[in-house]
């Protein structure tokens, strides 16, 4: 398994177009290529966080390699709403208790 975490600052004015751009693309890629989708959080700190899980990295890099005009578009929609990003960490599965 493969994992994911993301953060970003969003501009408050523009999170829900953020929020269904990001689960229009996390559907996407679950539906398509074998992602087993993604949460979205928002921190106490004001950040969202969000992890998406493949099962395994070239299963994700197929994916954003094959991004289509409508992802794209939600993509940009995404990136116009980001007002920080922050570097993406790749986690390593140690443990999984999770149901």
Known sequence: MFIV???WRIDPAIEKQFQ???SAVTLHYRDKYG???SRLH???DG???AYAIWPYIDARQSAIATADEVIMAH???MDSAIVEHFPEIELETIA????
């Open 5 to 7: 975490l993301y953060r």
């Open 20 to 22: 269904n751009a990001w």
């Open 35 to 37: 992602s087993s989708g």
């Open 42 to 44: 928002r921190g106490s």
């Open 47 to 49: 950040l969202f966080y």
């Open 75 to 77: 993509r940009i929609i």
């Open 96 to 99: 999984d208790h999770i149901i």
